[in-house]
């Protein structure tokens, strides 16, 4: 596995309201890119933090069959207008993966919301301030992605993009948090540093933490 990959942030299309500047998804090529890798055509594909569901469109593109869960409406509303199997798409909360109707999947392609130390916040509540700090946010991300290994069929993988967060409050290690906290429910098989053509809120790079359910 290559250890860093230099990618556009291209897409083939933008939400509506969604300015370049504001645009976080995850690069379509970066999903292409794992997606070749870790499946193959009629796999299932998961991710439980679809967003606008880029991960789906890319998969469903490359005949996959593309699960998703997220808890925006309104992400939810325009992935739906574009996947074959809109149902495929669910509107809820992915602290309860395991209570929706998500069948066990080969690869997973995720980025969960980023969040600092020292916020006051919670990232899982569309990132309304309901009173999560920031070492409960980790500890709910490893209770997730508990969930998500009980769904992976033998062999399948995970990978989770994140990046490092510098701000006036320091630098948040949040990479190497969540790879810590995940690496106590899933076998951690490396990271690719993700390189990118262009910088998005100051980030050039980010991490793809890749992941196992192999001991």
Request: net charge negative; proline share 5%.
């Amino acid at each position: 596995m290559k250890t860093y990959l230099m990618l556009k942030r291209a897409y083939s299309e933008r939400p509506p309201g969604v300015s370049p500047d504001e645009d976080d998804r995850s690069s379509e090529d970066l999903i292409e890119y794992f997606l070749e890798r870790f499946s193959r055509e009629g796999d299932t594909v998961f991710d439980p933090f679809a967003g606008y569901g880029t991960t789906l469109l890319v998969a469903q593109r490359m005949g996959r069959i593309p699960y998703g869960v997220e808890r925006d409406e309104r992400r939810v509303a325009y992935a739906r207008s574009k996947l074959h199997q809109p149902s495929h798409m669910i509107c809820g909360d992915a602290q309860h993966i395991e209570s929706l109707d998500v069948p066990s999947f080969d690869v997973s392609i995720t980025s969960p919301p980023f969040m600092e130390k020292g916020e006051i916040r919670n990232p899982l509540a569309s990132h309304s301030r309901e009173g999560m700090e920031y070492a409960s946010y980790i500890q709910s991300l490893k209770l997730i992605f508990e969930q998500v290994r009980r769904l992976m069929k033998p062999g399948a993988h995970v990978v989770v993009e994140v990046v490092n967060i510098k701000s006036g409050r320091g630098v948040t290690t949040f990479s190497w948090d969540v790879g810590t906290a995940l690496s106590e429910v899933l076998t951690f098989q490396g990271e690719v540093i993700i390189c990118h053509e262009g910088s998005l809120f100051g980030y050039h790079h980010s991490y793809c933490l890749v992941f196992s359910n192999q001991e």
